[in-house]
Nanobody, 125 residues
Framework: QVQLVESGGGLVQAGGSLRLSCAASGRSIETYTTGWFRRAPGKEREFVAAATWNWRNTYYIDSVKGRFTISRDNANNTVYLQMNSLKPEDTALYYC??????????????????WGQGTQVTVSS
């Protein structure tokens, strides 16, 4: 079993930055496909970013391309989401997810086997 715990959320002004962390425990997620999702108030949960199991490819929704970066630290078994130039529309509860599957449909929440509880990001205008 893998446990995922997100941290790093908070309140930030538009244009600011935050780095979200997703700490894994239970086993190494070094070769897992990992993703970030978010749910804004009154909206459906949406895919934000993902990295393939070998980290050869990363994917982002159009609205965050050039502003968000997914990365990892294998030594600490942690995945990050660096968020720059934040906008009020980025306000949401952010979740990380992971799966040992090499080629899941990474844009689907249901493709993952492990999920965190979320960390709140609020961007003020």
């Amino acid at each position: 079993q893998v446990q995922l715990v997100e941290s790093g959320g908070g309140l930030v002004q538009a244009g600011g930055s935050l780095r979200l962390s997703c700490a894994a425990s239970g086993r190494s997620i070094e070769t897992y496909t990992t993703g970030w999702f978010r749910r804004a108030p009154g909206k459906e949960r949406e895919f934000v970013a993902a990295a393939t199991w070998n980290w050869r490819n990363t994917y982002y929704i159009d609205s965050v391309k050039g502003r968000f970066t997914i990365s990892r630290d294998n030594a600490n078994n942690t995945v990050y989401l660096q968020m720059n130039s934040l906008k009020p529309e980025d306000t949401a509860l952010y979740y990380c997810a992971a799966t040992p599957s090499n080629y899941p449909n990474f844009r689907l929440w249901s493709s993952y086997d492990y999920w965190g509880q979320g960390t709140q990001v609020t961007v003020s205008s």
